[in-house]
């Protein structure tokens, strides 16, 4: 367990899930490159993504909200189309790994996307995931197909996972 002198210096002691703000994308993005440096999204692939809203949600783990500079750990953000929501990114630094961090931003993506009226939630992870895979099937992901070779230049499957969000009907087909 964690405590107070494991935090970062002038981290606070409530971490919290929010909604991304402009102002957190240097951070969200430098995050990003540290995470995924062969495949990051870069500062202008940010702002689009926020400026898309509302069709895009994206939201930050924030470990200081009491402050008026935040300390991003992690961010998540996804895409609705009509009953479908997708996944479009997870990334919780190393540091705050274990610490559920990942389960509260999916959590909360599925909060959302159950408000905007989503049947089911959907979402594309590298094979060689493990954390990934085993954050996914906890929360009730099953996979439907994959997609060979999907991650360049590596060369890595994509698994595209299925969930369905729980108070809405039932979908049948593909």
């Known amino acids: 367990m964690r405590t107070a002198a494991d935090r970062p210096a002038g981290v606070g002691s409530r971490a919290v899930v929010r ?12 995050l990003e490159e540290r995470l995924y440096p062969d495949s990051a999204w870069s500062p202008a692939m940010w702002w689009g ?42 990334g919780v630094d190393p540091a705050q790994r274990g610490l559920g961090r990942g389960g509260e931003l999916l959590s909360a993506l599925h909060e959302h996307a159950r408000g905007r009226g989503a049947r089911e939630m959907l979402l594309e992870v590298r094979a060689d995931n493990r954390a990934a895979l085993a954050l996914y099937a906890a929360h009730g992901y099953r996979t439907v197909s994959v997609r060979r070779g999907y991650y360049q230049p590596a060369g890595v499957d994509a ?4 969930h369905e969000l729980s108070g809405g009907p039932a979908l049948t087909g593909d």
């Open 19 to 30: 909604p991304m703000r402009w102002q957190d994308l240097a951070q969200v993005t430098a």
């Open 49 to 90: 993504e926020l400026a898309a809203r509302p069709r895009r949600h994206y939201l930050v783990v924030d470990l200081d909200p009491d402050s008026p500079r935040p300390v991003v750990a992690g961010y998540a953000g996804l895409t609705l189309a009509g009953h479908t929501a997708d996944v479009m990114t997870i």
């Open 159 to 162: 698994i595209v996972q299925r």
